[in-house]
T-cell receptor
């Protein structure tokens, strides 16, 4: 089975721009979660989607949003980028989506904001 | 304030040495998880501990869950360069689904 894939792997943007990151979960997994990882704050939960609905949300501003499609693929969007948004964005999927006991992480998208 | 406090933050040792990483909290958890993350990769689940006092072994890695289910430790025996990486403890917060809350992590470097 293929693992969680994230595209693109690397991205460079400038302040004020917006960005969309994509995540394809493991086949059959219905829950997708997003995390932000920075040296200062560590790994922080952004949001979780299950069956196209946002089920949980972390403490991030409204500039961070996401969605999930009927095939469980997910995207997250960050609008009006700030320097502090530079981070590794990780996506994780789980099955059958009723708990997060075992989450499988993708390799992440490294976002640099200049 | 971090829900999970990990110590130490950084650890640099020689091959063959033993080490222990700690994950502490003032909260009680139904379970704790340990992950390892290598450069350029996402975290990979190593183990989940569920019962207070539980000890789990994964080759040279020994995981323990505290009796009160507030803390956990990871002990590595005879560390090898391949053990190098970021070790993270995490707890699951359930609320119509769940989310993982991670500790800050322990960056381990094992030199040959």
């Amino acid at each position: 089975k293929a693992g969680v894939t994230q595209t693109p792997r690397y991205l460079i943007k400038t302040r004020g721009q917006q960005v969309t990151l994509s995540c394809s979960p493991i086949s059959g997994h219905r829950s997708v979660s997003w995390y932000q990882q920075t040296p200062g704050q560590g790994l922080q939960f952004l949001f979780e989607y299950f069956s196209e609905t946002q089920r949980n949300k972390g403490n991030f501003p409204g500039r961070f949003s996401g969605r999930q499609f009927s095939n469980s693929r997910s995207e997250m969007n960050v609008s009006t980028l700030e320097l502090g948004d530079s981070a590794l964005y990780l996506c994780a999927s789980s099955f059958p989506g009723t708990s997060t006991d075992t989450q499988y992480f993708g390799p992440g998208t490294r976002l640099t904001v200049l | 304030t971090q829900l999970l406090e990990q110590s130490p933050q950084f650890l640099s040792i020689q091959e063959g040495e033993n080490l222990t990483v700690y994950c502490n909290s003032s909260s009680v958890f139904s379970s704790l998880q340990w992950y390892r993350q290598e450069p350029g990769e996402g975290p990979v689940l190593l183990v989940t501990v569920v019962t207070g006092g539980e000890v789990k072994k994964l080759k040279r890695l020994t995981f323990q869950f505290g009796d009160a289910r507030k803390d956990s430790s990871l002990h590595i025996t005879a560390a090898q360069p391949g053990d190098t990486g970021l070790y993270l403890c995490a707890c699951v917060i359930y609320n119509q689904g769940g989310k993982l809350i991670f500790g800050q992590g322990t960056e381990l470097s094992v030199k040959p």
